[in-house]
């Protein structure tokens, strides 16, 4: 699956650098915001459990959002809101590429992957498209 990342919410994540009060949030690198060799970060539904796992975060300018691909439990339908929860547990880690930081809990649409509409209808036939 693929993620759409909730415009506001990623806004938050890249003016906080420059915030000057309020919680330190990880960076959100662009146009790839993978801070680490095999990064991750927990998905969520509205209760709060686990659903998936957010991998390969980046910004796409053709679509003009942060999006990243997913794994989602298959009872999470296409359309429906989750969380990523953004960041590292207890306040990020020994990493050089994390600073101390506070997660975020960025609000995000399940959708197709590839997330491209064209791409799925009528790129070329194979794996990532629909047309046979």
């Known amino acids: 699956m693929t993620l759409a990342w909730n415009a506001e919410d990623v806004a938050t ?3 906080n650098p420059v ?3 309020g919680p330190e949030y990880q960076f959100f ?6 801070f680490g060799s095999s990064n991750f970060d927990s998905v969520v539904d509205a209760d709060g459990t686990v659903v998936g796992l957010s991998l390969f975060t980046g910004y796409s300018a053709n ?3 942060a999006l990243s691909l997913a794994t989602v439990n298959p009872d999470v339908p296409i359309g429906a809101e989750v969380r990523v929860i953004w960041g590292e ?5 020994g990493k050089t ?3 101390p930081h506070e997660q975020l809990a960025v ?3 399940v959708s197709p992957a590839p997330y491209a509409t064209v791409v799925r209808e009528s790129y070329h036939a194979g794996w990532r498209s629909a047309a046979v």
């Open 19 to 21: 915030a000057e009060d």
């Open 97 to 99: 590429t994390v600073q």
């Open 13 to 15: 994540l890249l003016a």
């Open 89 to 93: 547990p207890g306040g990020g880690s």
């Open 29 to 34: 690198d662009l146009p790839n915001a993978n």
């Open 107 to 109: 609000r995000a649409v």
């Open 63 to 65: 679509e003009r959002k």
